[in-house]
């Protein structure tokens, strides 16, 4: 084969080795489960709680298990706001309204998530900093929460 005719399909050797390569290795991350975060902790205390509009913008938390209001929330926390309101679009794209509880739940190694059971959303708040975190910490142990 000429150099010439061998230059022209250069490009095309590249691509579909380039592409072969990725799909080699997609599988192969696949089989080993390589990049697969395992869930390692386990449950240290869990609260069901319920997030409502409250008066001039605020957000009121209560307890889903007695209705005990835990917190209210003003407009200075839009950590708080951003999260739910994330949680509320997900909600409204499949039809669930507002009054199932939501599941706020602290790990063994230092993980803090917020659930959503009815939609399966799930959120690693302490991936949002230590800051936003213990927001979401006090909520765990306010008006003395269950464990």
């Known amino acids: 084969m000429k150099p010439a ?3 022209s399909r250069l490009p095309t050797i590249i691509v579909v080795g380039s592409v072969g390569l990725a799909f080699v290795l997609a599988i192969g991350g696949r089989l080993t489960n390589d990049g697969v975060v395992a869930q390692t902790g386990s449950v240290v205390s869990t609260r069901e709680l319920r997030f409502a509009d409250g008066p001039e913008g605020s957000v009121v938390v209560t307890d889903a298990k007695d209705g005990a209001v835990v ?13 739910l309101r994330g949680l509320a679009r997900a ?6 309204g ?4 939501f599941r706020l739940t602290s790990w063994s190694d230092g993980r803090l998530t917020l659930d959503d059971p ?12 230590p800051d936003n975190t213990i927001i979401f910490t006090k909520l765990l142990t306010a ?4 464990k």
């Open 98 to 101: 507002s009054e199932p509880a």
């Open 71 to 83: 917190e209210v929330f003003t407009g200075e926390n839009g950590f708080v706001r951003g999260t």
């Open 143 to 146: 008006n003395g929460a269950a």
């Open 118 to 129: 009815q939609t399966t959303q799930h959120i690693e708040l302490q991936a949002f900093g």
């Open 91 to 96: 909600r409204r794209a499949e039809g669930v």
């Open 5 to 7: 005719a061998i230059l």
